[in-house]
């Protein structure tokens, strides 16, 4: 269950809560909802397709999903409705067959495959960003061309975003142990145990529930329907998501010593974004 659990809030498990001293601080920004940031990304494609035409190259949107159907499935899945509806989203599925951005570059001649390249992310001649993580090690990145313009556009220093944003997500690694031994969130557990037995469901947690059910194919959708419905309907009765935000928002701000002014900018950026967002593209519905 660790990891999992740490992504259980996906930018509530990157932003901090507080600020910093001094009777003029501000408060940070409003953390994003998991709409908010999928009408990030829609935005992103929106503006990467209009620049890639206006390079006279084609480019295709990924848009299948609905909202609903987009929506992540946390640790702790407490919505009863979308669990009776979708059960843990194993039938969602992404494109069938190729994708077509992909079907469209193997398509085009060697020099225009190579322009089709630096046209979308700057190809060979792309910086290259990198971000150190929190608990050791980096990531790269290439930046360039329509990805850039369109991460300007939206966050305004996109290479600022990246750094900030993998920091931001990977903070779990330098709390997940303590979160996981925490004495609150495994009574909450214990109990949520507890309640799925009493339904016919012996589990010891969420993710045992979950792996127990999925992959059985399209015959064993009614199993996994059953098991999600308990799951959300046994979390909503013992406030597991309740617990287990709280206690990782408590770990979380012990760090803001360190993170504080990362945290805060991740925060400010996505704000930023997502309200460049809505004037570009609408909610999927």
Known sequence: ???????????????ATGCSGGAAAQPPAPALTWRQELRIA??????IRQCMNR??????????????????????????????????????GGKDGDDPNAA????????RRAAFDAALDGGRGARLLTARLPGGGEIRKRLGGCGEEAGR????????????????????????????????LTAAIRAWSRCMKAAGHPYADPQQARDAVLGRGPSGFAAERETAVADATCARATSLRA????????????????????????RRLGLRAYERA???????R
């Not at 990246?162 to 979160?179: I, Q, T």
């Not at 206690?247 to 990362?262: I, M, Q, T």
Request: one cysteine or more; a neutral charge.
């Open 1 to 15: 269950m660790r990891g999992v659990l740490i992504a259980c809030c996906a930018v509530m498990a990157a932003a």
């Open 104 to 111: 469209y570059r193997r398509g085009l001649p060697e020099a």
């Open 243 to 266: 617990v287990a935000t709280a206690r990782e928002e408590h770990y979380r701000d012990r760090l803001r010593d360190r993170f504080g002014a990362d945290l805060d900018a991740y």
């Open 55 to 92: 390079h006279g190259f084609g480019y295709w949107e990924d848009r299948e999903l609905t909202l609903q159907e987009s929506r992540p499935v946390r640790y702790v899945q407490d919505d009863v409705a979308w669990a009776r509806a979708y059960g843990y989203g194993s039938r969602i």
């Open 278 to 284: 809505v004037r570009i593209v609408p909610e999927r």
């Open 153 to 184: 556009e939206l966050y305004g220093d996109p290479a600022e975003w990246f750094r900030v944003s993998k920091v931001a997500m990977s903070l779990g690694a330098l709390y997940g142990d303590d979160l996981m031994r925490d004495a609150r």
């Open 42 to 47: 829609d935005a992103q494609q929106r503006l």
